[in-house]
């Protein structure tokens, strides 16, 4: 069958808690591109006019603006990360550019993250679509595809239900 492919690029900066001792212990960046997989619900034969799947402008509106203006130029950090507590009380007008995972904001958890929230969009777009995949190029030489169940890879401990990549709004934290 059919699969619709998007690409973005975004930028953003991180750092993994985990690896303190590390080059990705302390905050930095990237530049990197998302490809989302898109499939049919529900697939059939092309219907001899239109031959589409949906308009690629449909399909990929809701996740482009989401990208572009939410996640684009976002600080990527654990929950757990005392950066939250700073911004909290000397920067609070800053948090809503910070994008907060649980556990460190590794490509794969934000692979899965992506995924989950893709897939609140399309089913609130009346589900006719479905998210397959989900690619995230961190550097020219890493990339992560997540093709699961977002749900059994992401905790969910200390987040509220639904979480932010769960939802299908613009949300990127749950501050």
Not at 58 to 67: D, G, N
Not at 90 to 108: A, F, K, M, N, Y
Not at 137 to 149: H, K, L, M, R, S
Request: glycine share 6%; charged share 20%.
């Amino acid at each position: 069958m059919f699969t619709l492919a998007f690409t973005r690029r975004y930028s953003m900066s991180h750092r993994l808690l985990s690896l303190q001792s590390g080059k990705c212990g302390i905050p930095h960046g990237h530049n990197e591109y998302v490809t989302v997989r898109l499939a049919a619900r529900a697939p059939g034969p092309l219907d001899g006019e239109a031959n589409m799947v949906t308009p690629f402008h449909a399909a990929k509106r809701r996740w482009h603006a989401w990208i572009d203006e939410a996640v684009d130029h976002t600080l990527q950090l654990s929950a757990r990360d005392p950066l939250l507590t700073y911004f909290r009380e000397q920067e609070p007008e800053q948090l809503h550019r910070i994008l907060v995972t649980p556990g460190d904001p590794s490509t794969e958890a934000l692979a899965a993250c992506f995924m989950a929230k893709v897939s609140a969009f399309l089913a609130d777009q009346g589900g006719d679509l479905v998210c397959s995949e989900v690619r995230i190029e961190e550097t020219p030489t890493n990339t992560v595809i997540f093709d699961g169940d977002p749900d059994a890879v992401l905790p969910t401990d200390g987040f509220p239900a639904p979480a932010w990549w769960q939802r299908p709004d613009d949300s990127i934290n749950d501050l």
